[in-house]
Nanobody, 124 residues
Framework: QVQLAESGGGLVQAGDALRLSCVAS????????MGWFRQAPGLEREFVAA????????YYTTSVKGRFTISRDKAKNTVYLQMNSLKPEDTAVYYC?????????????????WGQGTQVTVSS
């Protein structure tokens, strides 16, 4: 049974940093494309970042490029999202997801497994 458990969210001020973690069980993060998505109230779930199963490439939505960094630790079977220079518009529930495709997808429906989410709130 695949389980993804996010942690690290919280309430911070604009300009602060947070690091989200996603611990996987039932799969190896080295064999799956791993993505981070977010969903703000009243909005659809949107792609934030992803790392290819080979770790050779990473992908980011335009609004977070240069501020967010996705990485993984195979030994800990964990994926991270380092978020710097946070803005109020980054406020959302952040979800970790796993995709068994050969190529990275930015579409939520392509992902096979999801975590329960962690709330990130950025005050101005």
């Amino acid at each position: 049974q695949v389980q993804l458990a996010e942690s690290g969210g919280g309430l911070v001020q604009a300009g602060d940093a947070l690091r989200l973690s996603c611990v996987a069980s039932g799969i190896s993060v080295g064999n799956y494309n791993m993505g981070w998505f977010r969903q703000a109230p009243g909005l659809e779930r949107e792609f934030v970042a992803a790392i290819h199963w080979s770790a050779a490439t990473t992908y980011y939505t335009t609004s977070v490029k240069g501020r967010f960094t996705i990485s993984r630790d195979k030994a800990k079977n964990t994926v991270y999202l380092q978020m710097n220079s946070l803005k109020p518009e980054d406020t959302a529930v952040y979800y970790c997801a796993a995709d068994s495709s050969d190529y990275v997808n930015e579409t939520p429906s392509k992902y096979n497994a999801w975590g329960q989410g962690t709330q990130v709130t950025v005050s101005s």
